[in-house]
T-cell receptor
Framework: SAVISQKPSRDICQRGTSLTIQCQVD?????MFWYRQQPGQSLTLIAT?????????ESGFVIDKFPISRPNLTFSTLTVSNMSPEDSSIYLC?????????????FGPGTRLTVL | SQQGEEDPQALSIQEGENATMNCSYK?????LQWYRQNSGRGLVHLIL?????REKHSGRLRVTLDTSKKSSSLLITASRAADTASYFC???????????????FGQGTILTVHP
C-alpha cells in the first residue's frame, strides 16, 4: 500500500489565476496519476506522470492548461492554469505502488478547488 | 470518455439490508476494481476481480464478473450506516503494451444506509 498526501486540501481561487497542487507519497512509486472529479460526477483521468519523462495526457486535457511535474519518485505537482469556474472540481492524485500485480491504485484525499 | 455505466445511480436502504450495485462496461478489460468514496474525499480500494474470475469475496463484499455480458456487480451484505458512501467500479486496460493500468471509472452509485 501507499500513504498519499495532497496540498492544499481545498482552495478558493479567482478566475484567471493558477493553482499548483502537490502530491506526496510515502514510498517510491513509478506511476502517478492525476484525476479530475467534477461536481456530482465520476473521476476522469487527466494524465499519467512517470518519473523522468513527460506526462502523458488524456484526450481533452493539454499540457498548457494542466502542466505536471514529476521531479522524483515520491512527488508530483499538477497546476491548473488560467482558471475558470468550469475548473471547479476535486483533483485527486493516485499511485500504483511497485509490486502491484493487478494495478490497484491508492488515492490521495483530494484537493477541492472552487473558482469564482 | 467514461466506459462504465452503473446502476442504480442512488440506493437507499436500512441497516442490515443487503445492497447490490451493478456496473457495465464496453471494451475488453484486464481486471475490474471497486472503490468507495466518502463525502467527496479520496477513494479507497475495496476489491479487485480479474478477467478470468467470476466471483470473489472479501468480508461483507461479494463481487461478480460476467465478461460475456461485460458487467459486474458488488453486493454488500448486512449493511451498516458507515457503509454510506459513493461506490465506483473501474476497469483496467493495459494501453499500448504497457504494464501499468489505466483506470476508467463508472458513474458511481450513491449508497445511503439509514440507521
Amino acid at each position: 500500500s501507499a500513504v498519499i498526501s495532497q496540498k492544499p486540501s481545498r482552495d478558493i481561487c479567482q478566475r484567471g489565476t493558477s493553482l499548483t497542487i502537490q502530491c506526496q507519497v510515502d514510498s517510491q512509486v513509478t506511476m502517478m496519476f492525476w484525476y479530475r472529479q467534477q461536481p456530482g460526477q465520476s473521476l476522469t483521468l487527466i494524465a499519467t506522470a512517470n518519473q523522468g519523462s513527460e506526462a502523458t495526457y488524456e484526450s481533452g486535457f493539454v499540457i498548457d492548461k494542466f502542466p505536471i511535474s514529476r521531479p522524483n519518485l515520491t512527488f508530483s505537482t499538477l497546476t491548473v492554469s488560467n482558471m475558470s469556474p468550469e475548473d471547479s472540481s476535486i483533483y485527486l492524485c493516485s499511485v500504483e505502488p511497485r509490486g502491484m500485480t493487478y494495478n490497484e491504485q491508492f488515492f490521495g484525499p483530494g484537493t477541492r478547488l472552487t473558482v469564482l | 470518455s467514461q466506459q462504465g455505466e452503473e446502476d442504480p445511480q442512488a440506493l437507499s436502504i436500512q441497516e442490515g439490508e443487503n445492497a447490490t450495485m451493478n456496473c457495465s462496461y464496453k471494451t475488453s478489460i484486464n481486471n475490474l476494481q471497486w472503490y468507495r468514496q466518502n463525502s467527496g474525499r479520496g477513494l479507497v480500494h475495496l476489491i479487485l476481480i480479474r478477467s478470468n474470475e467470476r466471483e470473489k469475496h472479501s468480508g461483507r463484499l461479494r463481487v461478480t464478473l460476467d465478461t460475456s455480458k461485460k458487467s459486474s456487480s458488488l453486493l454488500i451484505t448486512a449493511s451498516r450506516a458507515a457503509d454510506t458512501a459513493s461506490y465506483f467500479c473501474a476497469t483496467v486496460h493495459h494501453a499500448g503494451g504497457t504494464s501499468y493500468g489505466k483506470l476508467t471509472f463508472g458513474q458511481g452509485t450513491i449508497l445511503t444506509v439509514h440507521p
